[in-house]
């Protein structure tokens, strides 16, 4: 990375450790989701253990989309994206080192906690290590696919809603091979390999593809 | 002693930007059309007109935010391959900087993220200090008034020298005191072969700049026209 995008890096950083910035958000959000399902499902260690993987995913789905709205609101309002745009760093780097910043803030203590949440969902170690492993392949997909949304939707006021309804269903393959690799890492007919490997495809194709269209939907913002 | 190329040599150096009938679009309509102008090397240019007249969506245009519908605009000289965006700075509405850090903090990052190798560029702190906010460097940005952070946001032009600077109001808020420091730093930059395009309703004390009138009803009739 060069000087221009670590300097962008630290300073997504240091926005989000400061107050308001929302950096810890994220997680507090996931753990909420995760502890009340019991409550809505009734104390069946069993069920809880086989659905595990799904309630992880599908929170962890709904938290990563959480702040990503924000994620070029706050640049669009206060005139840094102008700046982005005008600058010879190519924007679609500028939007892929805020996706980075923005995955290392949210998804990664996700990824940290979700193992410690799966095990009072009941699950197994395997389960577990499938899950922890499931996320760290397919969060990031679903951080870069948010930020098309969020590059759609930056010039507008309560975009956020507008923003989950655009990325929601794109985000449908990703949740299914993420939760058939976790289930299947517990056993299963399936091999673990299978959906994991599909799973890492379809991040390693948000990271090509979504840098692109996410600077383009923020350069024509305005025309 | 200073190294020896950190004086550019003249083939690099800006000679000229000219304008050929500008049209800029917003919304399906013409809000800016038939604009031409030519600048040599120091020079600037006052884009006059009332509200609503096009002024700043014609400097938003320059800057690349907006794309031109007809026209074109040829730079004469100046580093290869490089747009008009890539060699301007822009000052408008919004200052560009982040409440929560501090206003050095801001200034250091725009210094690194504008890379620029040049050796008439300030440090954030003598930028910080050029504008008279020396002492609030560690101050988070959230806590200053809007003059301190206009005068913020104009330090960014000192750390990253670049030949143009689009300035859409830039006095906007600042005291008496701070605007004849303005006044003076352009006059440096136009001493120094830079460029200044201004829209502005208030003096900005350019002395002997070129004026660009718009006329909001002219360019609507015409753009009705065609």
Redesign the interface.
Known sequence: MS??L???F??EL??AR????GGAMGVVFFLILVSLTPFAIGPDLNLLSRIGPAILWIAALLSTLLGLDRLFQADA????L????????PLELVVLTKCAAHWTLTALPLIAAAPLLGLTLGMEPAALAGVAASLLAGTPALTLLGAIGAGLTAGLRRGGLLMAVLILPLTTPVLIFGVASASAASGGTVPFHTPFLILCGLSLMAVAGAPFAAAAALRAR?? | MPPVEARSPNTQALQGISAKGLRVD?GGRAIVRGVDFDLRAGEALLVLGRNGAGKSTLL?AL?????LREGEVQLDGGAEE?SL??Q?H?V??????????TAL?NL???A????CASATALSPEGALEQVGLARLGDFPVGYLSAGQKRRVALARLFVAPRPIWLLDEPATALDVGSQQKFAEAMAAHRAGGGFILAATHAPLGLVGAKELRLDARRARDVGGAA
């Open positions: 000087s221009p670590l300097a962008l630290g300073r240091r926005i400061s107050v308001g910035g309002d206060d005139g840094s102008d700046l982005f745009v005008m600058s010879s760093t305005e025309a | 917003r938003r800057a690349g935010f907006l794309p490089t965006a890539e301007a822009y408008g509405h919004a200052d560009g900087l982040k409440a929560a850090l903090e250091q990052f725009w690194r993220m504008l890379k």
